[in-house]
Every structure is written in structure tokens, then in C-alpha cells.
T-cell receptor
Framework: NAGVTQTPKFQVLKTGQSMTLQCAQDMNHEYMSWYRQDPGMGLRLIHYSVGAGITDQGEVPNGYNVSRSTTEDFPLRLLSAAPSQTSVYFC??????????FGEGSRLTVL | AQTVTQSQPEMSVQEAETVTLSCTYDTSENNYYLFWYKQPPSRQMILVIRQEAYKQQNATENRFSVNFQKAAKSFSLKISDSQLGDTAMYFCASTDYNTDKLIFGTGTRLQVFP
């Protein structure tokens, strides 16, 4: 049971570089989301998707893009990384009961 | 908009004792879910317990139980017979039935001492 798989687990970027955090789930969940976790701020919702072809903004969407071309995949793109985007990122998926299934997290450092 | 507030940044408890973590929330929805998630040092997010708002009975999972006060919009977590393995960050979260959009509180760091 793979569940939710995130890659990479660690990444160091320089300011202005771009990168994509990959997320895949094998549970056929319609709902997927991306969160960032920062000390003292809990988990904040970046973007979410309720199904293939549908995405929407969460609490902190600026600086991030997403797409959902398939049910399984929900990549998060940083077009021009900034030090403020240094964080731990979590991808999650859920069935209609609202319970989220999380990936293991990706630690991103922007220098 | 939904909001979730955890007013205790840190708590500590001695092994085998009982501890209660507080959470309040605000939502305009009548039907919603409430959750407590645990995040140990491994960083993995683990579901502890879930409560559906329409159910008046408080949810229980082994040593973990909740005190759900819908009118007061309060959802506290009680951990009985605390164990060293309970040391973790605990997050309260809420979502409404329609969106599955889960909103988290800022977390409570729980330390269990021997």
C-alpha cells in the first residue's frame, strides 16, 4: 500500500530557481491538497483539488501553481523560489469522509 | 471562513497521568467533521480521532477521547494513561461536509515525562 507518495523528500534551492514537488496517490481519492508547515503556524492550505481538471486556492496560494490532469497526480510548482518559501510541504488526499491521508512531507530550503 | 484555535502551544504530563488539549473552532456550517492529528518527531501525520458534528456522543479511541461541545464550538482531546510514545505535536482540524477542505490549528506540543 503506497498511499500518498511525495518526492523529493529534501531539496535545497537558490532564490529565483524553479522546481516541482511531485505528489501521487493510489487510493482513487478525488480530493487532494497541499499544505505547508511552519513553526508556530501549524499547517496552512496552499491549493486543493476536488477532482481531475479542478483546482482552487487555499489560505496561502501566492508563489505556487498546481494542476490536476489525472486523479492520481497533483504536482506543486514553485516558479521563482523565495526564502519565505522555506518550509515543510505536505501533500494529502481524502475520501468524502474528510479524513486526510498524508504523504511523508518534503523539506524545502531556499537560500 | 473556518478557523481553528489551539491556545496551548506547549503542554507536559507525567507518564500514566491524564492530559487534556484544548481546541475551539468557528464555522458557519451545520454539518462538519472535527479531527485530532498527531505528528511525532518522524514528521508523519497520524489521525488520532474523528468526530462528526451531527453525532452528540463523544468519540473514543482507546486512551483517546474527545469532549465535543457543539454550542460552545469546543473540541478538546483527553489522553488517559499517557505514554512516552504520546510525545508529539497535536493538531486540531475541522472541515465541512461539502468541501473536504481541512483547516488546522497551530498545534500543541505535548511532552510526556517518565
Amino acid at each position: 500500500n503506497a498511499g500518498v507518495t511525495q518526492t523529493p523528500k529534501f531539496q535545497v534551492l537558490k532564490t529565483g530557481q524553479s522546481m516541482t514537488l511531485q505528489c501521487a496517490q493510489d487510493m482513487n481519492h478525488e480530493y487532494m491538497s497541499w499544505y505547508r508547515q511552519d513553526p508556530g503556524m501549524g499547517l496552512r492550505l496552499i491549493h486543493y483539488s476536488v477532482g481531475a481538471g479542478i483546482t482552487d486556492q487555499g489560505e496561502v496560494p501566492n508563489g505556487y501553481n498546481v494542476s490536476r490532469s489525472t486523479t492520481e497526480d497533483f504536482p506543486l510548482r514553485l516558479l521563482s523560489a523565495a526564502p519565505s518559501q522555506t518550509s515543510v510541504y505536505f501533500c494529502a488526499s481524502s475520501r468524502s469522509t474528510g479524513e486526510l491521508f498524508f504523504g511523508e512531507g518534503s523539506r524545502l530550503t531556499v537560500l | 471562513a473556518q478557523t481553528v484555535t489551539q491556545s496551548q502551544p506547549e503542554m507536559s504530563v507525567q507518564e500514566a497521568e491524564t492530559v487534556t488539549l484544548s481546541c475551539t473552532y468557528d464555522t458557519s456550517e451545520n454539518n462538519y467533521y472535527l479531527f485530532w492529528y498527531k505528528q511525532p518527531p518522524s514528521r508523519q501525520m497520524i489521525l488520532v480521532i474523528r468526530q462528526e458534528a451531527y453525532k452528540q456522543q463523544n468519540a473514543t479511541e482507546n486512551r483517546f477521547s474527545v469532549n465535543f461541545q457543539k454550542a460552545a464550538k469546543s473540541f478538546s482531546l483527553k489522553i488517559s494513561d499517557s505514554q512516552l510514545g504520546d510525545t508529539a505535536m497535536y493538531f486540531c482540524a475541522s472541515t465541512d461536509y461539502n468541501t473536504d477542505k481541512l483547516i488546522f490549528g497551530t498545534g500543541t506540543r505535548l511532552q510526556v515525562f517518565p
